[in-house]
């Protein structure tokens, strides 16, 4: 890797040698990805590189046929989505995957609901709505989310930007390791895009490091530390905003420019 | 740049727009918030008008009979909700309550098994009915309405095959059975075991449905499916218990419809699926998932216990009786699909 620059230590996500074929279709074609502590890795290409098979196969929404991942240094094998959560990789899916008619703590805490203290909820199983709500309020404002002020509107009530970071604030509470976002500005206007993007530099100052995919640039620029490339099944080559300018970037996603990768 | 400041000046007007509100409008998220609202409404009126039209009618013997009525579709309208919050639909209802009946009644009265274990059988049939609709529609992915409409009919042939098409008398069968139809006085109501017992599983369902994780997975499964399964929720799992609890409480249901009629029918009850869907949509449940409770369901079962009721004291027709319920029932639905369009 020749451009690396802000990566340090030892990567906290890594896959080598990805390979995913459907059929005659190839969708990876042996990809390597690293993720580091406490970063903004975009991940850009054209419709048809790969972005979206590379994803699934590091969130467990695909099982590649060969290659490796490796999260925290040990090797791990997703073989569904559920793996790659228990081992605290959180995806925030294109369709907002949240629950309209609940309110946003208790989809903040859907499928790890917190039970009462006692008898009452090791044997009756009841929820602690109150401890849900206050968990809740805590995350929110420790992410910097204030467009969330009341966690018990239900979210079929909130704007697309809310229901976004509320999204957003499921797959980054309750100390997940990686948070993997894909396409989260794609339905969202201008201001509701830059909440988002300011909630992923949150993210990052926090220290939970981030994997971004996105079509759009000037976003991609403005939020990333490094960005991957995608082109063909492979990595074309991982650029800094600070190397490369937009156009290099389009150069390198379309074949214009071939980057020296390894 | 300058561009990029009029773009968001122009969407806070139209976020403005969107905002601004209407006394209707305010009316309708109000109702989006709290669906049980419009049928407690209903409720109320009826009871006012009724009570004007006929002095009878809120005699404490009329509301007992009133309350006796809505035992049965009551308790078959709590399995219903619980199925239509997951989207889906149950018309076996009364056909596998009263399977249910028959089986606790035959077993206890002719084969002479304590009373207890017929009952034990009867709960037997229930879970049994709710585990085939149920892996019916989790595991083949067939569709509610399609699964429970075959499984009306074969539990139906059932319950005929089974009986020889005979009632039992309640007479014949041990007290325990009929202990749902024994009455006790309250405040001059006569109140039956079986509505006592009706009420009891109201509160026990809404408790685990608000107080539970299970409760709040059922009302996920149905809203969203997707959006469930995402957040790590197992979705077929979640249906399949949903069919085994509606099991569970027709049997009960069976228990009910057996101290009321004071007898084992093959031949009653069976229709009363319908009712007990009517009582759902009246309460404001809706038929898409994940939006309801079941104390709407109740108002829902008493606005049609109260109407049939109320017209007849008042001597209207059976039959305007019956064109009273469906006129309710296209109301309610129409009103669930206006308030869904709500925002606020």
């Given at each position: 890797?020749?451009?690396?620059?802000?990566?340090?230590?030892?990567?906290?996500?890594?896959?080598?040698?990805?390979?995913?074929?459907?059929?005659?279709?190839?969708?990876?074609?042996?990809?390597?990805?690293?993720?580091?502590?406490?970063?903004?890795?975009?991940?850009?290409?054209?419709?048809?590189?790969?972005?979206?098979?590379?994803?699934?196969?590091?969130?467990?929404?695909?099982?590649?046929?060969?290659?490796?991942?490796?999260?925290?240094?040990?090797?791990?094998q997703f073989k569904r989505p559920q793996d790659a959560r228990a081992h605290g990789i959180e995806t925030v899916y294109q369709t907002l995957a949240v629950s309209p008619a609940l309110d946003v703590a208790a989809n903040l805490f859907l499928g790890r609901e917190l039970r009462k203290p006692g008898p009452l909820g090791s044997v009756l199983r009841v929820i602690d709505k109150k401890r849900m709500r206050q968990r809740a309020r805590e995350e929110l404002a420790e992410l910097g989310i204030t467009t969330l002020q009341d966690v018990t509107v239900p979210v079929e009530n909130l704007s697309g930007g809310q229901r976004q970071a509320v999204a957003v604030a499921r797959a980054a509470a309750f100390g997940s390791k990686v948070v993997v976002l894909d396409e989260p500005t794609a339905a969202l206007g201008v201001r509701e895009s830059q909440q988002v993007l300011e909630m992923i530099a949150s993210l990052r100052d926090r220290g939970v490091p981030v994997i971004l995919i996105s079509h759009n640039m000037p976003q991609v620029f403005e939020v990333a530390d490094r960005i991957h490339i995608q082109r063909l099944g492979k990595r074309a080559a991982t650029i800094t905003p600070q190397s490369h300018s937009m156009t290099d970037a389009v150069a390198i996603m379309t074949g214009a420019v071939q980057e020296d990768v390894h | 740049m300058n561009q990029h400041v009029a773009a968001v000046e122009e969407r806070d007007l139209a976020e403005e727009f969107l905002d601004r509100s209407t006394p209707l409008g305010t009316v309708r998220n109000l109702l989006h918030r709290y669906p049980a609202i419009s049928p407690a409404i209903v409720l109320v009126v009826a009871v006012a008008v009724f009570g004007g039209l006929n002095e009878r009618f809120l005699e404490p013997s009329n509301?007992?009979?009133?309350?006796?009525?809505?035992?049965?579709?009551?308790?078959?309208?709590?399995?219903?909700?619980?199925?239509?919050?997951?989207?889906?639909?149950?018309?076996?209802?009364?056909?596998?309550?009263?399977?249910?009946?028959?089986?606790?009644?035959?077993?206890?009265?002719?084969?002479?098994?304590?009373?207890?274990?017929?009952?034990?059988?009867?709960?037997?049939?229930?879970?049994?009915?709710?585990?085939?609709?149920?892996?019916?529609?989790?595991?083949?992915?067939?569709?509610?309405?399609?699964?429970?409409?075959?499984?009306?009919?074969?539990?139906?042939?059932?319950?005929?095959?089974?009986?020889?098409?005979?009632?039992?008398?309640?007479?014949?069968?041990?007290?325990?059975?009929?202990?749902?139809?024994?009455?006790?006085t309250v405040g001059g109501v006569n109140v039956t075991i079986g509505v006592v017992m009706m009420l009891v599983l109201y509160v026990a369902l809404a408790l685990i449905l608000q107080g539970t994780a299970w409760g709040r997975h059922v009302y996920?499964?149905?809203?969203?499916?997707?959006?469930?399964?995402?957040?790590?929720?197992?979705?077929?799992?979640?249906?399949?218990?949903?069919?085994?609890?509606?099991?569970?409480?027709?049997?009960?249901?069976?228990?009910?419809?057996?101290?009321?009629?004071?007898?084992?029918?093959?031949?009653?009850?069976?229709?009363?699926?319908?009712?007990?869907?009517?009582?759902?949509?009246?309460?404001?449940?809706?038929?898409?998932?994940?939006?309801?409770?079941?104390?709407g369901t109740l108002l829902g079962a008493l606005i049609v216990g109260v109407f049939r009721n109320g017209l007849s004291l008042v001597g209207v027709d059976v039959?305007?009786?019956?064109?009273?319920?469906?006129?309710?029932?296209?109301?309610?639905?129409?009103?669930?699909?206006?308030?869904?369009?709500?925002?606020?």
């Open positions: 890797m020749t451009t690396d620059s802000t990566g340090s230590g030892e990567p906290i996500l890594q896959a080598t040698g990805l390979v995913k074929t459907f059929g005659r279709v190839v969708g990876l074609d042996g990809v390597d990805l690293e993720l580091y502590p406490g970063e903004v890795l975009a991940v850009i290409g054209d419709n048809g590189a790969g972005k979206s098979t590379l994803i699934k196969c590091l969130t467990g929404a695909e099982v590649p046929d060969e290659g490796a991942i490796r999260l925290e240094g040990r090797r791990v | 509301l007992s009979l009133v309350s006796q009525q809505v035992a049965v579709v009551g308790t078959l309208a709590l399995a219903q909700t619980l199925i239509i919050l997951t989207a889906g639909i149950d018309l076996s209802v009364g056909a596998v309550m009263v399977l249910g009946s028959m089986v606790v009644a035959q077993t206890t009265v002719q084969n002479g098994v304590p009373a207890p274990i017929g009952l034990a059988l009867g709960l037997a049939v229930g879970l049994g009915a709710g585990a085939l609709n149920g892996f019916l529609v989790t595991r083949l992915k067939l569709p509610p309405f399609i699964v429970t409409l075959g499984s009306l009919n074969v539990f139906l042939a059932l319950t005929l095959l089974y009986s020889g098409g005979a009632t039992v008398r309640g007479g014949d069968m041990p007290a325990l059975l009929t202990l749902t139809g024994e009455t006790f996920a499964a149905g809203d969203d499916p997707e959006a469930a399964r995402l957040a790590g929720i197992r979705v077929q799992r979640v249906l399949a218990s949903v069919y085994l609890a509606a099991g569970a409480i027709l049997a009960v249901a069976a228990w009910i419809q057996i101290g009321r009629s004071n007898a084992a029918s093959p031949n009653t009850g069976v229709d009363l699926n319908l009712d007990s869907i009517t009582a759902v949509v009246i309460g404001g449940t809706s038929l898409f998932g994940g939006r309801g409770t079941v104390w039959l305007w009786q019956t064109f009273a319920v469906g006129v309710l029932i296209i109301a309610a639905v129409s009103i669930d699909q206006w308030i869904r369009k709500a925002r606020t």
